[in-house]
């Protein structure tokens, strides 16, 4: 098995085409083709998990945010992230990144805080856009139910709790091959007009290669006409900031010692208590003072996020109580997502690779 053959797992749990425009994720450091020994799992990819990773046999670091952020124009280990890069390389280690692309996933970073709090119902309240698109082609009626099975296995069709979903309209297509066409049905220089149908399906953006690759593979015409278009609808398990319930109401003081608790912060900075119980809750790992508006117009009473500034508490405007838990301690339980989740698909793939996670605590916030 070689490091590139975990590609295909890791974007099934986090598609790369979701994360931010500003971000850095997928492969940052390492050859892809190498064979892969084992994987070590991490929050960040310092140069103590590097020696780690040395240490346990691993040639490939999953971590979740990305040591390259921004274009490196020195690598002289000047500096954290040079140092680490420098002992990847030394070491013959891969670094793959996750980050946003998780951040978006609706089983990803903010479901790791519901799972933990006891949080349920979830609704994304920010959906990212562009993200489901609809793809239109035309079949012989007679080849019609092949090629939708087909698209459907290619992940076509599928919206929300419904999938083998399309729409299908029976009509009668023309076409006239020249001297060097090869047509199927009917005869070159001769215009031909068949029964055919229409069929719609929408798919996710991700899977727009594998959806096309499946309409040639399955469509019987030497030229497939298909046009593919991308809709104004939002994908509502793709995007950030969970919206979730309480199993029952608490006290504001009683769910902040739960959120101190459960999240294994040494602080828990929060904005003007007002009294009311707490049920509808809204939760962002890492940075997320943008999304403060959308938690007070969904209705939460508390949103649970990080990295809020001095001015971001007097956002909460005495609609709801905003509760920052640290960055590391937001996104802390993301790691052990990951390995759960490699650990059930590799292990019938690859039973002897291992999937280790790290012990290094990377948090560079103390408390006292």
Not at 25 to 50: S, W
Not at 75 to 97: D, F, H, K, M, S
Request: charged letters at 20%; hydrophobic letters at 40%; one cysteine or more.
């Amino acid at each position: 098995m070689k490091i590139k053959d975990v590609f295909p797992f890791l974007e099934e749990m986090a598609p790369l085409h979701y994360a931010e425009d500003f971000d850095n994720v997928g492969l940052l450091v390492g050859n892809p083709h190498q064979k892969l020994t084992h994987i070590l799992v991490t929050h960040d990819a310092l140069e103590e998990v590097v020696q780690e990773a040395v240490a346990q046999d691993c040639n490939l670091i999953v971590c979740f945010h990305p040591i390259v952020f921004s274009g490196l124009k020195k690598i002289t280990g000047a500096n954290y992230v040079e140092r680490a890069v420098i002992r990847a390389l030394q070491n013959n280690i891969a670094i793959y990144a996750v980050h946003t692309a998780f951040d978006n996933d609706w089983h990803g970073v903010n479901a790791s805080i519901c799972e933990v709090l006891g949080l349920q119902n979830k609704k994304i309240l920010i959906p990212q856009k562009n993200t489901i698109k609809k793809l239109i082609t035309f079949v012989p009626q007679a080849q019609a139910e092949a090629l939708r099975h087909a698209l459907f296995e290619a992940g076509a069709g599928a919206i929300g709790n419904y999938d083998h979903c399309s729409f299908n309209l029976l009509g009668t297509g023309s076409f006239r091959g020249n001297e060097e066409s090869n047509p199927v049905i009917g005869q070159r220089g001769v215009t031909h007009y068949e029964e055919e149908v229409q069929i719609g399906v929408t798919f996710p953006a991700h899977r727009q290669k594998q959806v096309l690759q499946s309409l040639f593979s399955n469509h019987p015409y030497e030229e497939v006409a298909y046009e593919v278009t991308t809709l104004e609808n939002t994908n509502q398990k793709i995007g950030m900031n969970i919206i979730s319930e309480l199993p029952t109401p608490m006290s504001e003081t009683d769910f902040l010692q739960m959120l101190k608790q459960k999240m294994e912060t040494g602080c828990v900075r929060h904005s003007k208590l007002l009294g009311k119980p707490v049920q509808r809750v809204a939760v962002l790992g890492g940075s997320g003072s943008f999304a403060i508006e959308a938690a007070k117009n969904a209705g939460a009473q508390v949103f649970v996020t990080a990295d809020l500034k001095y001015h971001d508490f007097y956002k909460a405007e005495n609609q709801l109580v905003v509760a920052d838990v640290g960055h590391f301690e937001s996104e802390r339980f993301t790691k052990y997502k990951i390995v759960d989740f490699l650990t059930k698909k590799l292990t019938n793939f690859a039973p002897a690779l291992k999937i280790k996670i790290s012990k290094v605590n990377t948090n560079p916030v103390k408390y006292l």
